[in-house]
């Protein structure tokens, strides 16, 4: 038998091989730094640098909470040192207003919640984090909430971030539930790989065991249950706005505006980071479909990606980019849409020419695989208070 | 060899040299060649769901339900993959089984495989921790040695996914020749692969590969084998254990706080002598200092000038 043969090898194939070495450590890099925990954030100043570091940490537990930032800027104001930013949640790890920035530490544990939130002129940004849905939360979400979905494997139905515009009470909002209700409930016409030698296998099997010894007919071979088991969806964000507002305000559609990537690329401090899963499914070990939302929130300006990362292994690659952007200053929002598909083999094809470690590893990176698939859908919309 | 100084040592997470995996590799195999696809296990036993790599959870699993010097265990597969530690996870069991034959049984998942592992980490964690694949390779021969599933005094069936359209009777799965790799087909496949689900019969999940299967099913099996409960792993649930089907069938969870940030508890299922089930809810190892340590990863957010 094979296994034996392959017993018999084990031994002769001991030897450490430096190009298997290398691919290794290359291949190590690209998967699996994402996944070892970072052991240093980015620096904050030291607290000699910033004397307010130390009335911060004192204050901290026993002021009010309003009153820790009360350095309140009016939004004219020369913007070089001075911080015009404020941090309203006592529970907010110390900002760069006191030395370092807002990166909300997410505590994997239950019952916490973190809902840390920052406030530049008319503009408030929070973020919310929680533990996947539990089963009651589930048992809603399955019965009522989203009717008709299988749901993804894990659901941070709980995450979310919302960008406020407090003075005319508009509301852009990143959530799981808006986000899932997307998903259509019909067949999505995407196959796994082996579907075809799975199928024909069970049918084979059917017709010869057609005496009661297999369970299965022609019905079962069917999908009873369609959805779109790979998840995917065009969420653009939820806007909301209160009623009571006479004036309405909608995206303007405008494809010929960009994004000020200038302005993005440059090194302005980061005020607030925050980075979540709403929903990620495995496709029972297929690929991967996640739904992640980051956002960075600098002095003059924001940017916010939602991203839609479809994997099916030796089938497709969709990435479906949302970014908003928002000019303080300006009271402009920018959103833009991209979508990049492609076939596996014709992303994995990309890769060998570049490189020679394991190149799957790559199709495991969104950013490889964005700048290595075809632009298929461009829109983008722009609002202005 | 030395059992209980090499469990130490993977207890405390160090190093075990290629030559020593390679001795604990062949030994295991040689045990289990020995042993049917479905063991027989006698009562009280604990039953374990998937692992997934999380060494340091597994530990508290032990420590929480007796410890294999004291009661017997049935783990219900997927030791390896998504965790850190799907090496020291895999070796631990192992030695335990060369230690303790008779008191652990250990049932194949999906991911005890050669394809699944390369994608989803095992692969990846042995080429970081030895420079090159032997390891691995010697990992995955055990796996195809491995049980299907186990029968616990003639009325509980464990398995890690669920039933097959082709197998009616526990019998049945007896006659699979399954020192392979798991194939993309057929009964063996079925009972790693299939879920539960609120169908009338079995169904073809819509990715086009894989069976649900629903009450109707899970009731007659249990008819057909005069048995009275399915116990499985396989699929994620927040509490630890979820019964399904008036009971005939329930979902293990033994991987706390999943993938290091799903904030799940673990559970584990104790069947005492008069069948009666009692579950142990456990969570994860803590974080030192809230910001992750050498063991426990978190998931801390890493600042960076996206565009
Ligand atoms: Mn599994």
């Known amino acids: 038998m094979a296994n034996n043969e392959e017993n018999r090898d084990i031994r002769s194939r001991q030897g450490i091989n430096t190009i298997i070495v290398n691919s290794a450590r290359n291949m190590h890099m690209k998967t699996v730094n994402a996944r070892i925990p970072q052991k240093s954030t980015p620096q904050p100043l030291s607290q000699q640098q910033n004397p307010q570091w130390n009335n911060f940490m004192v204050n901290r537990g026993t002021q009010n909470t309003s009153t820790i930032h009360q350095r309140f800027k009016s939004p004219l104001a020369p913007r070089t040192q001075s911080t015009r930013h404020v941090c309203n949640n006592p529970n907010n790890p110390p900002c760069a207003h006191c030395g370092t920035t807002i990166i909300p530490s997410p505590k994997a544990f239950m019952p916490l919640e973190d809902n840390p939130e920052i406030i530049i002129n008319n503009w408030k940004i929070s973020t919310k984090k929680k533990p996947i849905l539990n089963s009651v939360e589930l048992e809603d979400w399955e019965n009522n909430k989203l009717k008709g979905l299988a749901l993804p494997e894990m659901i941070f139905g709980n995450n979310a971030i919302t960008i406020q515009n407090i003075e005319k009470d508009w509301t852009l909002q990143f959530n799981t539930l808006d986000a899932l209700k997307m998903v259509k409930l019909e067949d999505s016409g995407i196959r796994v790989s082996y579907s075809n030698k799975w199928l024909d296998a069970k049918k084979n099997n059917a017709t010869k065991n057609s005496n009661q010894k297999s369970d299965i007919d022609e019905s079962s071979l069917k999908i009873v249950h369609n959805y779109d088991w790979t998840y995917t969806t065009e969420y653009k964000g939820t806007i909301k706005q209160n009623s009571k507002d006479s004036v309405e305000y909608n995206f303007q559609r405008d494809d010929e505006v960009q994004l000020p990537i200038d302005k993005l690329s440059r090194s302005d401090k980061i005020l607030f980071f925050d980075d979540m899963i709403l929903f990620e499914d495995e496709l029972a070990d297929n690929g991967i479909s996640v739904l992640n939302c980051k956002i960075r929130v600098m002095d003059e300006r924001l940017l916010l990606l939602s991203r839609f990362f479809l994997r099916v292994d030796d089938v497709l690659i969709r990435v479906i980019d949302t970014r908003i952007y928002v000019e303080f200053d300006e009271n402009i929002i920018i959103r833009e849409f991209k979508k990049y598909e492609d076939q596996y083999s014709s992303v994995l094809s990309r890769h060998r020419l570049s490189h020679s470690y394991d190149p799957k590893a790559a199709l495991r990176d969104s950013n490889w695989v964005v700048a290595n698939s075809p632009l298929v859908t461009r829109e983008c919309e722009i609002l202005k208070f | 060899m030395d059992l209980d100084k090499i469990i130490s040592l993977i207890r405390q997470g160090k190093h075990i040299h290629e030559e020593t995996v390679y001795t604990l590799c062949l030994n295991a195999q040689e045990l289990l060649i020995n042993e049917a696809n479905v063991s027989k296990v006698d009562t009280p036993v604990t039953i374990c769901g998937d692992i997934h790599g999380q060494l340091h959870d597994l530990l508290t699993l032990f420590d929480k339900s007796g410890g294999v010097e004291n009661s017997r265990y049935i783990f219900l597969g997927d030791f390896v993959d998504r965790g850190f530690y799907s090496l020291e996870s895999f070796l631990l069991l192992l030695c335990y089984k060369l230690r303790y034959p008779d008191r652990i049984s250990l049932i194949r998942g999906n991911h005890e495989t050669r394809q699944i592992t390369k994608v989803y980490g095992f692969y990846d964690e042995i080429m970081r921790k030895y420079g090159n694949s032997n390891v691995w390779r010697y990992c995955c021969e055990v ?88 116990t499985r792993a396989h699929q994620l649930v927040m509490e630890g254990y979820k019964e399904m089907f008036d009971g005939g069938l329930v979902t293990v969870w033994s991987a706390p706080n999943y993938c290091y940030r799903c904030g799940n508890v673990a559970a584990v299922l104790r069947i005492e002598d008069d069948l009666s089930r009692n579950y142990t809810i456990f969570d994860a190892v803590q974080a030192q200092n809230g910001v992750g340590n050498a063991i426990i990863p978190t998931k801390k957010v890493q600042m960076d000038y996206f565009l």
């Open chain 2, 143 to 230: 796996f195809d040695y491995l049980s299907l599933g186990a029968v616990i005094d003639n009325k509980i069936f464990c398995v890690h996914g669920g039933l097959s359209p082709d197998i009616n009777t526990i019998d049945e799965i007896r006659d699979i020749d399954r020192k392979q790799e798991v194939p993309h087909e057929g009964a063996m496949c079925d009972l790693l692969w299939s879920d539960p689900d609120e169908v009338m019969t079995w169904s073809l999940s819509p990715r086009g590969a894989g069976f649900l299967f629903g009450k109707n099913e899970v009731d007659n099996f249990l008819y057909k084998n005069d048995i009275e409960l399915i």
